[in-house]
């Protein structure tokens, strides 16, 4: 079952505009993860963000996590036509390492 | 570091036949994860292991579905008999403590069964 559903689905910006994505999630966590995913290959870790934090930068990213609302943002900052593919979020409970992963955003770049 | 090896990349076989999918993790991971990707369902969790020890198969869809572990650096995911049903891309990921609860996936396997 899928623990985080992510919002939009799609979503198609200019290059250099900012893009946001939202994933809510279900039950309690101990870690929220974001993935990226292009077309035909396998997902590749972007930012991880534990529950007793609140924002986290890497880079172009910007990711937010709000516990009591049971959701996270993912934000790409001055968006290039190379982030064009599907963020996924993933989340994991305490003592548990199995990664339950949501729907997706598949994102596209204009250049 | 060469990364999660998986094989095939590409299979098509004819409903009936059985499928092995093979996954080789990252030196040194000691947990193994088999995911199963499809429009219509998203990303599965089918199972995974710890030490090559099975923790979760709740996600192993039924009896048709089996996977081993018989050592540190060698996973398959079974299909026996395959149903079209069952087309979809297999993803193999592997994971350590020093990595978090990060995880590295190998590109997959491309199943179609017909």
């Known amino acids: 079952s899928q623990q985080g559903e992510e919002d939009p689905q799609a979503l198609s910006i200019q290059e250099g505009e900012n893009a946001t994505m939202n994933c809510s999630y279900k039950?309690?966590?101990?870690?929220l993860q974001w993935y990226r995913q292009n077309s035909g290959r396998g997902l590749v870790h972007l930012i991880l963000?534990?529950?007793?934090?609140r924002e986290k930068h890497s880079g172009r990213l910007r990711v937010t996590l709000d516990t009591s609302k049971k959701s996270s943002s993912l934000l790409i900052t001055a968006s290039r036509a190379a982030d064009t593919a599907s963020y996924f979020c993933?989340?994991?409970?305490?003592?548990?390492?199995?990664?339950?992963f949501g729907t997706g955003t598949r994102l596209t770049i204009i250049p | 570091d060469a990364g999660v090896i998986q094989s095939p990349r590409h299979e098509v076989t004819e409903m009936g036949q059985e499928v092995t999918l093979r996954c080789k993790p990252i030196?040194?991971?000691?947990?193994l994860f088999w995911y199963r990707q499809t429009m219509m369902r998203g990303l599965e969790l089918l199972i995974y292991?710890?030490?090559?020890?099975?923790?979760?198969d709740s996600g192993m869809p039924e009896d048709r579905f089996s996977a081993k572990m018989p050592n540190a650096s060698f996973s398959t995911l079974k299909i026996q008999p395959s149903e079209p049903r069952d087309s979809a891309v297999y993803f193999c990921?592997?994971?350590?403590?020093?990595?978090?609860?990060?995880?590295?996936f190998g590109e997959g396997s491309w199943l179609t069964v017909v």
């Open positions: 990921a592997s994971g350590a403590p020093v990595s978090g609860n990060t995880i590295y």
């Open positions: 039950t309690s966590i101990n870690n």
């Open positions: 963000i534990r529950s007793n934090e």
């Open positions: 993933a989340t994991d409970a305490y003592g548990n390492e199995k990664l339950t």
């Open positions: 030196s040194g991971h000691n947990s």
């Open positions: 292991f710890n030490n090559n020890v099975p923790i979760d």
